[in-house]
RNA sequence: AAGCUGGUCGGAGAUGAUCGCUGGUGUGGUUCCGUUUCGGCGGGAUCGGCAUUAGAGGAAAGUCCGGACUCCUUAAGGCAAUGUGCCUCGUGAAAACGGGGGCGGCGGAGGGCGUAAGCCACCGUUGACGGAUAGUGUCGCAGAAAACAAACCGCCCUCCCGCGAAAGUGGGAAAGGUAAGGGUGAAAAGGCGAGGUAAGAGCUCACCGCCCCGAGGGUAACCGAGGGGGCAGGAUAAACCCCACGUGGUGCAAGACAGAACAGAGCAAAGUCCGGGCCGCCUGUCCGGUUCCCGAACGCGCAAGCGGGAAGGAAUAAGCUUGGGUAUUAGUCGCACCCUGAAACGCGCAAGCGGGACGGGGAGUUUCGGCUUCGGCCGGGGCUAGAAAAAUGAUCGUCCAUCUCGUUUCGGCGGGAUGAACAAAAUCCGGCUUACGGGACCAGCUUUCGC
RNA sequence: GCUCUUGUAGCUCAGGGGUAGAGCACUUCCUUGGUAAGGAAGAGGUCCCUGGUUCAAUUCCCGGCAAAGGCU
């Protein structure tokens, strides 16, 4: 699934909307906020924070990339009407982009924005997920 | 040979596939609006369609300098503030960089002269390298004394007492003399030898050092034959300061354009207040120029006065007359190498202006080849990033390089791992500084081995 | 984008060339039946890092690192 300009959240006040009016899920890597809202016309609007805490530039822009990269394979599962937003950890600077997309399966589903028909199209990609559980252990 | 340190060069190997991001160019479908000579044309939305093309660095970083460019009513004078600081040549728009030289410091070899102090020459390295004889300040502790020197011990003179035949010697007293010796300190107020003296002392003299003048040499920094002085003058200017030279402010969030909303003023002059031009303070002033008159602040001086010259006034010439302020949101441009430049097309009554294909010229960068006095030069080819919560990524394959394991007929063959560190454009250039894995070259040091 | 400031004990801050200080906190003792308060004593420092100037640097200067602001 493509994620050009559009379709993302690129305005502080849409940021404060999803901090304040939405739930967040916590994960290890990662920070998910989720706000429900019917009026968008595009499927899903997400937007991404890594903050400098991360590291520098080029950490920033890496973990940005990979985020971006695992929203691109697992977007079309997602049920539309959702603002989302991914915010990075200090510890996701040193994670695998594997670990990060495992994470964010677990979270999606947690957050319950994955619709239900998709899921049977999941089974091969989550025997792929285990398997690079092993190399990451 | 290995390791370490410093410097210079260079900076994520090549190629393909799939998915995806940002910008440019071309082009298509659907739909809506406007227009219509009913053929179309223009614009918007949408499928975020399709095709094609470009896409991070040597430091993009730090923001330490210098510019380009931008606007501020051309931004005056003085004070203050602040920056720079040996000389010369070259490159450069400037900052800066490079070559050469001078002077000083440190080290080496222990070369030449000399009894020595010391001087001269050589090699390496290094210096934010104007002034300490314009002035002021500071120099803790220790030490008697720390910058108009100073008397704790010691030495000497005088007096008294003891011993002694005397020379002398031991003890004491108070007024002095003395910088040779002691110890303290980072630093004790020229060094060394001789004379001299009660003891001493540049007190005197020789040599050396230092200071002043200086023929002459050198583009200059500077060197300096020779003469004079008897020593005055410690360190610190990355303490204040003095000297010389320089500095208007503002930074692309500059600024320009178009649109919407809001509140108000003026189209006479003067005054007061506030703010600004003009970082701070004072004087003075409010579009700019030329000539003449007048002449402020400030500087020097005991004063008289001298220097200084802003603004103003007069004369003359030219120009302007709907302009300004506040706040907010988003847009376009600035801004994506530059110049030249055909046509379509747009604006315009027209002249013309905009527009810019292909080509040409120039700049930068990269690569290849050649030449080189190693500074560069010549020739050929390729390329010219640009967002605004911020674009280069992910996965896989082949070759290549390095490491490693197995096998070997020592030619290889097969398997595995890795493709790194520092770090990502934000208006654009030139430097400086700092960070950095592996590699190449150069220099120094250490260790080991061999000759 | 530009610009200013700060970094000193566990915390909050002084100090501005000459062996490093205050308050709170900490440790031990006294006081109390016990605690608090009070009193006495004590411990605790890479003065952010690296060079330079100086006899001597926390202080002065160059360069880094980090943290907080300010302007538009």
């Excluded at 920070?31 to 950490?59: E, F, H, K, M, Q």
């Amino acid at each position: 699934m493509r994620f050009p300009r559009d379709r993302r959240i690129t305005s502080r006040r849409l940021f404060q909307r999803v901090r304040e009016e939405g739930t967040s899920v916590a994960g290890h890597f990662l920070v998910l906020g989720v706000l429900r809202d019917d009026s968008i016309t595009d499927p899903v609007r997400v937007g991404y924070i890594t903050t400098r805490r991360l590291g520098n530039a080029v950490t920033r822009n890496r973990v940005r990339r990979r985020m971006r990269g695992i929203l691109q394979r697992t977007g079309e599962r997602l049920q539309p009407g959702y603002c989302l937003v991914l915010v990075a950890r200090n510890r996701a600077a040193d994670a695998s982009s594997e670990a990060l997309e495992k994470e964010w399966k677990w979270l999606a589903h947690r957050a319950g924005i994955f619709s239900k028909r998709s899921s049977k199209r999941e089974t091969p990609v989550d025997t792929k997920s285990s398997e690079g559980e092993t190399s990451v252990a």
